[in-house]
């Protein structure tokens, strides 16, 4: 697997491909460390507010920084090459910071949809304003309740 093939400028081929057609272009993003029906049911929903959507997903490096030295447990090649197989998922693309809002202004996306987790008070600022200056529809899916990547780590740790 090549980072090439998971990078931001294939995003953007896909943005300007989208706006040729007429489509609607929804974009999402998460860490995604240990894929579960969680991340399939959210992705699920975030599909069904367009017809493109890409997922952004936090680098190894982010995901430290999010989740802690012990985190990820899956490689980022490996998370995003999971998530471009499923057939909700039209594309994705690996990105290092800790929030997506370089990734929103370069892109432009339709619609930008989080987990009902979030609010529009509690989405992260500097995404925030990248949204509202570009314009962006913000759209919420439901979530599997107890459904969650750190719940099943925990479940193997008292396993073992």
Known sequence: MHDSIYSIEKALEARKEAKLNRKTFVLTNGCFDILHAGHAFSLIQAREFGDVLWVGVNSDSSVRKIKGKCRPIIPQNDRVFLL????????????????????????????????????????????????ESNGVQVKFVSMIDQVSTSSIINKIKHET
């Not at 990734?103 to 925030?128: A, F, G, H, M, R």
């Open 84 to 131: 471009n197989s499923l057939h909700a998922v039209s594309g994705a693309f690996i990105f290092e910071g800790k929030d997506l809002s370089i990734e929103i202004d370069k892109i432009k996306p339709d619609i930008y949809v989080k987990s009902s987790d979030y609010t529009l008070e509690t989405i992260n600022s500097e995404e925030k304003k990248a949204l």
